[in-house]
């Protein structure tokens, strides 16, 4: 069934109504994006970074990942490719942080929160995103946003780098889009302040059902209430959908619910304008996309 879906490689999604839909890939590595590209991936939706600081002794070094950024750039050539800045913490440690062990992680200095708090390690990755940018259409995303003061601080170090780069006449896109991730219930009530600071908006459903409901993500024990489908949750998503589009911004998502053929019409009735898998699923997604709307 999979070779018979080769067809529909590079067709486009348009809605009758004339909106464009794109199907785009996670990876967590560069390896991953030859493999997003032949299976149709119109963009990279998100590049977990965290990979690139896992498994080793020492931070990676700004060169080293500018080189990596750079390089699944230029791989990607004109098609976007978000690149989602450091999260870890929760499930995910890095030994040589001497990270402070939290009773609950989760909830803990994670993402966004640990790079504000070491600010050092979030502006190395900065700065080789910025250097990286003029290789190709790199936009910037920052995960676990629950504060319009945590979106500023973010902003305020982003244009700290620039300015840095500038400095030393360092080459960048200036213009570069920055979005952030909605995954904490706050930021998905509060969409429509949020919209007015971003670029674009990605719906992570792993995490935002995980706190919407209170239900452990990894906990077998509570799959049933680990639930996509649930009102409060789709009442966020599609919250966080209108209020990017009143705003004049797109709206993705990352998460798994993304590749969920019961969420996907709903998701398409929401607006939403990307859908954003992994690459082993991105052919019977776009698929299951055609079909639905060709009904
Ligand atoms: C999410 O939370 O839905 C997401 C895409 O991010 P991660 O799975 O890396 O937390
Ligand atoms: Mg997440």
Redesign the pocket.
């Given at each position: 069934q999979k070779e018979g879906l080769k067809k529909i490689l590079d067709k486009k999604i348009i809605t009758k109504d004339g909106r464009k839909i794109m199907v785009a890939a996670n990876i967590g590595s560069l390896a991953e994006v030859n493999v997003a590209l032949s299976n149709g991936a119109e963009g990279i939706g998100l590049f977990r970074t965290e990979f690139l600081y896992m498994d080793r002794n020492s931070m990676p070094s700004e060169e080293e990942q500018f080189e990596v950024y750079k390089q699944v750039a230029q791989k990607m050539g004109n098609k976007p490719v978000i690149i989602r800045t450091l999260?870890i913490g929760g499930d995910k440690t890095l030994p040589y942080l001497n990270l402070t062990k939290e009773d609950n992680p989760f909830l803990g200095v994670r993402?966004i929160r640990l790079c504000l708090q070491n600010r050092n390690i979030f502006k190395i990755q900065l700065r080789a995103l910025l250097r990286a940018s003029i290789y190709g259409h790199i936009k910037i995303m920052f995960?676990?946003i629950g504060s319009l003061k945590e979106l500023t601080s973010a902003k305020t170090i982003l244009k700290e780098c620039m300015k840095e780069l500038q400095e030393k006449s360092i080459d960048f896109k200036n213009n570069m889009e920055m979005g952030m991730?909605v995954?904490i219930p706050a930021a998905a009530v509060m969409a429509d302040e949020f919209a007015k600071h971003v670029d674009f908006f990605s719906i992570?459903t792993?995490?935002l059902i995980q706190y919407t409901l209170a239900v452990d993500r990894m906990n077998e024990g509570l799959s049933d209430l680990y639930n996509p489908m649930n009102p409060a949750v789709l009442h966020l998503i599609k919250t966080s959908i209108h209020a990017a589009h009143a705003n004049g911004i797109p709206c993705y998502m990352c998460?798994e619910m993304a590749a969920d053929f019961s969420a996907i019409p709903i998701l398409l009735g929401y607006g939403l304008d990307e859908f954003s898998v992994s690459s082993a699923s991105i052919l019977e997604v776009k698929n299951f996309i055609l079909e639905t709307i060709n009904q």
């Open positions: 999260d993402a995960p676990m991730m995954e992570g792993n995490d998460g």
